[in-house]
Structure formats: structure tokens, C-alpha cells
């Protein structure tokens, strides 16, 4: 599910990466699916094309309407990680009651660890990506059955 703020970012960030070349290519494609890159340099080789690298895809799954289920959806495109650093205990899993605020994954993007924070008290129902999973912008993340004595605000 790609969204404009999603293709937006990602055109963002290869921008970003282009500037940093040097020389700069005259010509660059990038795509998603099957991953392929190619750019072309004036004085340089035609084209350079990375070898295929297999794209890991997550199945969108939205919450049945009667369920009630309130998804925490990722507010940026990244490595979805389950745990502060490898071999660490998870920050939640399914069963486990949260607090408003709480760290309940990270998102990791060029480098940084991004928090990623219950919006209100509830109990984790499912996680839906795995861990080390490329998530995009607005893709669902975990999926909270709230608190039935404290209201969950969800932040837009």
C-alpha cells in the first residue's frame, strides 16, 4: 500500500543520496517492486544496475470493524524491530497490557531509532509485521484492543 506521503518520502530520501555522488548521475531510475536501480553518468560507465534484491512485502491486515481493535500505524518508512537490539526481549507481545506512552517497537531509518509509543492503554492483540520487516508509512503495525476503563485518543 503505497500512499503519496510514502512515495513523497522515498523521493526525499533518494534525492538525499543522489547529492551526496560524485559526480552526480545525469539520469537515475529507482524502483520498488524486484528492487532495481540504474543511473547514468555523463563521462562515466552508461548505467549501473544493482542485481535484484527480493522486496519483503506485509500483507496489510486491517482490524475486523467489531473487534474494536485500534492499530498503531509506523509514521515513517523503515526496519521494523521488536526489541531495543538483537537478542533483547521484545518491548511488547500479544497478550501484554500497555500503557499510554509506552515503547511498543522501533522503526529504524537511515540510522536512527524512532520510538514507536502506545497511544493509550489497551492490550497487544497481534504484531503484525516480523521483526527486521521494511515498513512503510501508515502501514499498520500493532493492532491494541483498548482499555475499556480509559479512553484511547488516537493522534492524526
Known sequence: MTTDKSLSHMIDEVRGLVADLNP???????????FDLEMEWPDGPSSVTAAPVPVVTVEAVSPAPESGAVAIESPLVGHFFRSPEPGADPFVSPGDFVAEGQVVAIVEAMKLMNRITAPGPGRVVRILPEDGDVVEYGQQLILLEPDESAPMEIAS
Open 24 to 34: 552526480r548521475p545525469r539520469r537515475l531510475r529507482v524502483r520498488a517492486g524486484e
